[in-house]
């Protein structure tokens, strides 16, 4: 691939990126903590600094998200998550399990009711379950997930749980968006978001 092609292939994907969005708006409590960084300089801002805006082929984002496609990948993350754990291969329990949460997403009418281990803070829990009451095909904003818990006050900490969810589907913070409707962060990228809500609005 050509220097050309290249640079207009990482402008395309940073420009379509929800954290160029935020850097774009000088967002000062984004939805989730990250930095963007400028190759040629190697300097790293917040997305709420007054700084000049990077090329988009020239700027990147700072955070840790396993790529939802790459297999070794999300068994690092699941390695990293869980170091003294021996990961070994599936049997036919853990088969039925990955069959019905596989079923689930291409028919989220049939729900999901899985035993799930929630590891979190005090509060991040309480953000968890309330996500699982939101039905399939309505969205919920971080600040009705808020009222919802209690604290109308902590719609930042609420995002900030969604971000730390390790649980996709079964805990559906993909079904969280913004005020005005539009897409948020998501720990797994934003198309598999849209591809989750698209899928959920139809069934």
Same mark, same amino acid.
């Given at each position: 691939? #050509?220097?050309?092609?290249?640079?207009?292939?990482?402008?395309?994907?940073?420009?379509?990126?929800?954290?160029?969005?935020? $850097?774009?708006?000088?967002?000062?409590?984004?939805?989730?903590?990250?930095?963007? #960084?400028?190759?040629?300089?190697?300097?790293?801002?917040?997305?709420?600094?007054?700084?000049? @805006?990077?090329?988009?082929?020239?700027?990147?984002?700072?955070?840790?998200?396993?790529?939802?496609?790459?297999?070794?990948?999300?068994?690092?993350?699941?390695?990293?998550?869980?170091?003294? *754990?021996?990961?070994?291969?599936?049997?036919?329990?853990?088969?039925?399990? *990955?069959?019905? $949460?596989?079923? @689930?997403?291409?028919?989220? *009418?049939?729900?999901?009711?899985?035993?799930?281990? $929630?590891?979190?803070?005090?509060?991040?829990?309480?953000?968890?379950?309330?996500?699982?009451?939101?039905?399939?095909?309505?969205?919920?904003?971080?600040?009705?997930? *808020?009222?919802?818990i209690g604290s109308p006050k902590w719609v930042r900490a609420v995002a900030q749980a969604c971000g730390a969810n390790a649980l996709a589907v079964a805990i559906p913070c993909h079904r969280v968006v913004? #005020?005005?409707?539009?897409?948020?962060?998501?720990?797994?990228? $934003?198309?598999?978001?849209?591809?989750?809500?698209?899928?959920?609005?139809?069934?």
């Amino acid at each position: 691939m #050509s220097t050309s092609a290249k640079n207009t292939r990482i402008a395309t994907i940073t420009e379509n990126d929800p954290h160029r969005a935020t $850097v774009v708006a000088r967002d000062p409590q984004p939805p989730w903590e990250f930095y963007y #960084s400028v190759t040629t300089t190697g300097v790293y801002c917040r997305p709420s600094r007054a700084a000049r @805006f990077p090329k988009p082929e020239k700027s990147g984002v700072n955070f840790n998200s396993p790529s939802y496609d790459d297999p070794g990948s999300l068994a690092r993350d699941l390695q990293d998550q869980f170091p003294r *754990a021996n990961l070994t291969g599936g049997n036919a329990s853990f088969e039925r399990l *990955a069959a019905k $949460v596989a079923g @689930f997403v291409d028919a989220p *009418a049939l729900g999901l009711d899985l035993p799930l281990d $929630v590891r979190g803070t005090a509060f991040q829990p309480r953000v968890w379950q309330s996500l699982r009451k939101i039905p399939v095909g309505p969205t919920a904003g971080y600040m009705d997930i *808020a009222k919802l818990i209690g604290s109308p006050k902590w719609v930042r900490a609420v995002a900030q749980a969604c971000g730390a969810n390790a649980l996709a589907v079964a805990i559906p913070c993909h079904r969280v968006v913004r #005020s005005h409707g539009t897409l948020s962060g998501y720990r797994w990228g $934003v198309e598999p978001k849209r591809a989750l809500l698209h899928k959920e609005a139809h069934a």
